[in-house]
């Protein structure tokens, strides 16, 4: 559904003022820098300018200051620094470039293929959110801030080879598994985990070889301590575990996404539109359906997904639209390993009590968490898109109500 035209001018002028000129990507050595997507968002639930800027610089006050920058970059330069994270500025000055020499479109599609393997979960998703957010900005500066953030994170599944050791414990059969394994009964799919989403989430559980990687991901914490692990590798718990994934089990990891048949009838842009819009309803109810609710890095997969959303219709061609949302399934299957596939449970909304839009937004608008306003305001921009109901229910419109806090998350019947 096209959005209609509206005057950007007051939002610009806030992502200037507060933008990466000032500010670093990152803070507190690898936490990412939010205000581009929190601003965005606050705009599109209707904040009033003054509420931009105060968000802005609230929100500011926690950054640290841009980096200084170097010499200027041309040609194939960036390819020096890919995910290794250095010269930001550099790649900032270099992709605002491009992105003004190519156009916004002419850019994305150039550079975005090349790096589409590692551009998505890297970083707990937060360079193709940045990207994501950009364009839904309309801001050239962000988008080709937004390319210069994937080539400063950018981590394929190929950069490293497979640990022999780990790949013992993931076949061998006394190999330890968490404990909920041992009683782990066949799924039944039905009500809102009949998604086909869903479905393939659940089917993952049951593979014992990802069951005998979960303790591996714990020994990151427990061996090393959150604090030592950082200052070790430079890079936070979700990244370390994201790792130790992608280097041992992505072949795993594809295996369940071809036997899912998510991908068995796409032959055309139709069918994969709709395959997508199924995608980011998937990413929102497994996030919404954990046991335990409101898990932080699922639901990062929903607010990617409607980022990734911006970004597909700027791609080459069919070819290159498929692979980023076959990607996209990749690394949120991923992810949910990587939270140690924690149980879905069966839900229903009550819709007889739902806030309505208008009470969301205003609760929202009011509160000091970027992730609940990145989070309602996907779930607003889904309904506005799909339609009010999923599965005969106001899912879209009663997530939103639970993440702001309006209403309860409802009881989970294991």
Request: contains cysteine.
């Amino acid at each position: 559904m096209a959005q209609p035209d509206v005057d950007r001018r007051a939002l610009h002028s806030v992502l200037k003022e507060f933008g990466l000129d000032r500010f670093h990507i990152e803070y507190n050595v690898y936490f990412s820098n939010h205000l581009l997507h929190a601003v965005v968002a606050l705009d599109q639930l209707g904040a009033s300018e003054a509420r931009l800027t105060d968000y802005a610089q609230r929100l500011s006050e926690e950054l640290d200051a841009a980096h200084a920058a170097g010499d200027d970059m041309s040609g194939e330069d960036w390819r020096t620094v890919l995910g290794r994270r250095e010269r930001f500025p550099d790649l900032c000055r270099f992709f605002r470039g491009e992105v003004a020499r190519r156009g916004r479109r002419g850019a994305v599609s150039h550079y975005l293929p090349q790096l589409m393997d590692g551009a998505i979960a890297c970083s707990a998703f937060h360079p193709i959110i940045h990207l994501g957010y950009g364009l839904l900005a309309e801001s050239e500066r962000d988008i080709g801030d937004g390319l210069a953030y994937v080539v400063f994170e950018h981590r394929a599944p190929a950069d490293r080879a497979a640990d022999a050791s780990i790949q013992q414990r993931m076949n061998g059969a006394d190999s330890p598994v968490p404990a909920w394994a041992s009683s782990l009964q066949e799924p039944v799919a039905k009500g809102l985990l009949s998604h086909p989403v869903c479905s393939l989430v659940l089917r993952a559980r049951q593979d014992v070889r990802l069951q005998r990687l979960l303790p591996l991901l714990r020994d990151l914490v427990d061996v090393h301590g959150l604090e030592k692990l950082a200052a070790e590798t430079g890079f936070g718990l979700f990244s370390n575990r994201l790792f130790l994934i992608q280097d041992n089990a992505i072949a795993l990891i594809n295996d369940l996404l071809d036997a899912s048949g998510l991908f068995a009838s796409v032959t055309g842009d139709a069918q994969l539109t709709e395959l997508y819009q199924a995608v980011q309803q998937g990413a929102l109810l497994v996030y919404a359906s954990t046991a335990e609710a409101d898990d932080f890095f699922l639901l990062h997969g929903v607010t990617a997904s409607l980022a990734l959303a911006q970004v597909l219709p700027l791609l080459p061609g069919f070819d290159e639209r498929l692979g980023a949302v076959r990607t996209f399934c990749r690394d949120l299957l991923t992810a949910y390993v990587l939270r140690d596939m924690p149980a879905l449970v069966q839900w229903t909304p009550t819709e007889s009590d739902l806030p309505s839009w208008q009470d969301i937004r205003e609760r929202t608008v009011a509160d000091r968490d970027e992730h609940l306003i990145k989070l309602v305001f996907s779930c607003q921009r889904m309904e506005q898109e799909f339609g009010e109901r999923l599965f005969g229910h106001e899912v879209y419109r009663a997530v939103a109500a639970y993440k702001s806090g309006l209403r309860p998350w409802p009881r989970m019947d294991q």
